[in-house]
């Protein structure tokens, strides 16, 4: 059989609008009105109908929408050996709306465990998806580990040093990798703020006030995401993906792509790039003229932050734009982001999310014939 590599020319991103019934279960569970067992069910149920869908409407590469999660990112956090959840304090600030006051930190030495709920997540995943299409798993990147809060996020007993922290992490990841390719993934997705927050001067002076060296950070990410992906599975797709921010339709930075972009395409050593272009927060397409060969950039040009369906000809034109600067067959089209970064979801119904998905795959056909 043939593999499905992706990036595909038609792609998502990820995470998908939670359904009523899938929320209505959660907040049920929450009070203990049902069981695990119970949300459990809900959630195989709604996932099989988000799996039915994307196959229907042409895309290759299916999520689970990340249905099984309150966040894109802290919920995989917290099942790592030495992190624990912690509650209250402020949220993250995002523009004119606060999320919820939840993080992670590390209190311990850092390792994936062999129960880590994702692995149980995915293969309950690859078994709905149907032949023809391929299961893909979205997780955080490493750095999502220290960026928000930065050394507080890093109990100084636990690591005394920060050199050793990183290692640890970036093989704590590594382990990662194999567990979900053992797991039978083959294509896997690392989201990553950071290598779009680091483009922000917002964000930049954000960091240099707390004490890190932003272009010393962003260089010490790239190295650990280098440890993380060292001796990868030679058949297993791995893309990163980067926006400036995704709650409730709101974002966190702005800023294009040249100041890291050098860094990201060629020293983080994974196979596609998907990328945030929606609007003039994210400049314009002339780092793409960094991107070496062999390796695709999928292009973020279909907002998921409002209902508006966009106009196909102006998608294409953009893709044009796009093309001036790296080769067309190393381009691919999706949404800038998730559709629900958090299980709250941006400010738009359902059915435009699939609208927006439909016209993602009919301009695939039409440009990559």
Same mark, same amino acid.
């Given at each position: 059989m043939t593999p499905l %590599?992706?990036?595909f020319r038609a792609d998502m991103v990820g995470s998908l609008l939670r359904s009523q019934a899938l929320?209505?279960?959660?907040?049920?569970?929450?009070? @203990? /009105?049902? =069981?695990? @067992?119970?949300?459990?069910?809900?959630?195989?149920?709604?996932i099989k109908k988000l799996v039915a869908k994307q196959a229907s409407i042409g895309l290759t590469a299916i999520t689970d929408g990340e249905a099984r999660r309150a966040w894109?990112?802290? @919920?995989?956090?917290?099942?790592?050996?030495?992190v624990e959840k912690v509650s209250g304090g402020q949220g993250i600030q995002? =523009?004119?709306?606060?999320?919820?006051?939840?993080?992670?930190?590390?209190?311990?030495?850092?390792?994936? !465990?062999? +129960?880590?709920?994702?692995?149980?997540?995915?293969?309950?995943?690859?078994?709905m998806v149907p032949a023809g299409k391929i299961a893909k798993m979205t997780?955080? #990147? !490493? #750095?999502?580990?220290?960026?928000?809060?930065?050394?507080?996020?890093?109990? /100084?007993? &636990?690591?005394?040093?920060?050199?050793?922290?990183?290692?640890? $992490?970036?093989?704590?990841? %590594?382990?990662?990798?194999? &567990?979900? *390719?053992?797991?039978?993934?083959? *294509?896997l997705q690392l989201d990553d703020t950071s290598l779009a927050y680091f483009c922000d001067p917002a964000q930049r002076k954000m960091l240099a006030d707390r004490g890190d060296d932003?272009?010393?950070?962003?260089?010490?990410?790239? &190295?650990? $995401?280098?440890?993380?992906?060292? %001796?990868?599975?030679?058949?297993?797709?791995?893309?990163?993906?980067?926006?400036?921010? +995704?709650?409730? #339709?709101?974002?966190? &930075? =702005?800023?294009?792509?040249e100041p890291v972009a050098e860094m990201v395409f060629n020293r983080i050593d994974v196979d596609g790039y998907f990328m945030e272009w929606d609007d003039e927060r994210s400049?314009?397409?002339? !780092?793409?003229?960094? $991107?070496?060969?062999?390796?695709?950039?999928?292009?973020?040009?279909?907002?998921?932050?409002?209902? /508006?369906?966009?106009?196909?000809?102006?998608?294409?034109?953009?893709? @044009?734009?796009a093309a001036k600067y790296a080769s067309l067959d190393q381009l691919c089209l999706s949404p800038q982001c998730g559709f629900a970064s958090t299980e709250e979801g941006n400010n738009l119904a359902e059915d435009d999310q699939w609208r927006k998905l439909e016209m993602i795959a009919a301009i695939a056909r039409d440009v990559w014939r």
């Open positions: %590599n992706g990036p929320k209505e279960a959660r907040e049920r569970r929450e009070i @203990d /009105a049902i =069981s695990a @067992d119970e949300l459990t069910a809900v959630e195989d149920a709604e894109w990112h802290f @919920d995989f956090l917290w099942g790592l050996t030495g995002f =523009s004119g709306v606060q999320t919820k006051a939840e993080t992670a930190k590390v209190v311990g030495p850092v390792d994936f !465990p062999a +129960n880590h709920p994702h692995i149980a997540h995915f293969k309950r995943l690859h078994a997780i955080p #990147s !490493p #750095s999502m580990l220290h960026y928000r809060a930065g050394r507080k996020m890093v109990d /100084a007993k &636990a690591y005394p040093t920060m050199d050793a922290y990183f290692h640890d $992490l970036g093989h704590t990841y %590594n382990k990662a990798i194999h &567990a979900f *390719y053992a797991a039978g993934c083959r *294509y932003p272009d010393a950070l962003v260089q010490q990410y790239g &190295a650990t $995401l280098g440890l993380a992906l060292k %001796n990868r599975p030679k058949d297993m797709t791995i893309t990163t993906h980067t926006c400036r921010g +995704n709650f409730r #339709s709101t974002f966190v &930075a =702005s800023g294009g792509y400049g314009g397409f002339e !780092p793409l003229r960094l $991107l070496p060969k062999g390796k695709k950039v999928v292009l973020g040009l279909v907002t998921t932050k409002v209902g /508006a369906l966009e106009k196909p000809d102006d998608i294409k034109r953009r893709i @044009d734009m």
